[in-house]
């Protein structure tokens, strides 16, 4: 529990982070206020939609007798916007960090440098790292996908379905939105989808306690835009743990007044 404790560190340090660079506070709010308008009006959408399309699915209950027509159908209805949520909240991150790429790719770079030592670079073109982090985006989405598709069948079993199954996507959520967001300050020090994947599964219990109360904390409303630039800048506090970059000096460092024992580095290029 330990490890769990330190991930919901770095995400603590993350936003008390933001809140200290109150500039870079504002500039990382922007991308998520233009995700949230879009993703807001495909909620309310989905809201008044779910029924109907609970009843195109199921036609086949049409002559079944109350209360297990209403009974059927609320239950799907109530999956499929769960279904869409769950999907709403693993998404909004990986399109948040496309819309805005510039923008965290500077709060990521400043983070480092307010912790110390080297400010590791891609080298690589805006254009093409917009490229990486579009095609990355989409196979992470593949995979949860596979998983909320597990999940929602799951969900039919009785008494699992309504306890553990949750728990177990809330999980999922977590795991793949620390993925997500340790992503900008990983891509710069050269790794590619395949490491990332393989440095986060070696810290499991670190990442989860990073991602879960984030995804818990994304499921309220607006909460997800306020806490982004303070997530991103924890992402960086924790990728710098994964690689062994940690800062060995008090929070007075953040203002760059200290320096942190840091390995000796060179930027890399993120390969294809």
């Not at 200290?20 to 504002?26: A, D, K, S």
């Not at 500077?106 to 440098?113: A, T």
């Not at 039919?156 to 199954?165: D, E, H």
């Not at 795991?175 to 990332?196: C, I, N």
Request: charged share 15%; hydrophobic share 50%; net charge negative.
């Amino acid at each position: 529990m330990r490890e769990a404790a330190a991930g919901f560190g770095y995400l603590f340090n993350g936003q008390r982070w933001v809140a200290r660079h109150g500039r870079w506070f504002g500039i990382g709010l922007i991308p998520g206020l233009i995700t949230l308008v879009v993703y807001a009006g495909a909620l309310v959408g989905l809201g008044y939609g779910a029924d109907d399309l609970a009843a195109w699915a199921t036609p086949f209950a049409d002559d079944w007798s109350s209360p297990w027509l209403g009974l059927l159908r609320t239950t799907l209805t109530v999956l499929v916007f769960a279904f869409g949520l769950f999907l709403a909240v693993i998404t909004f991150t990986a399109v948040t960090l496309l819309v805005g790429q510039p923008f965290y790719e500077s709060l990521s770079e400043e983070v480092d440098r307010a912790e110390g030592g080297e400010v590791p670079v891609s080298g690589l073109t805006l254009w093409r790292e917009l490229w990486i982090s579009a095609r990355d985006s989409v196979r992470i989405l593949v995979r949860v996908a596979l998983y909320a598709v597990l999940l929602f069948a799951l969900g039919f079993v009785p008494v699992a379905g309504q306890t553990v199954v949750p728990l177990i996507g809330f999980c999922v959520t977590g795991y793949f939105l620390a993925e997500e967001l340790t992503a900008v300050a990983l891509q710069r020090r050269g790794m590619v989808l395949k490491d990332r994947l393989v440095l986060l599964r070696g810290r499991r219990l670190l990442i989860l306690g990073f991602g879960v109360p984030l995804g818990l904390a994304f499921l309220v409303p607006f909460v997800a835009v306020f806490l982004m630039p303070g997530a991103v800048a924890g992402a960086t506090l924790l990728a710098r743990e994964l690689v062994g970059q940690g800062d060995d000096t008090d929070d007075e460092g953040d203002d760059g007044e200290g320096e942190a024992m840091l390995p000796s580095t060179s930027p890399h290029t993120v390969n294809d």
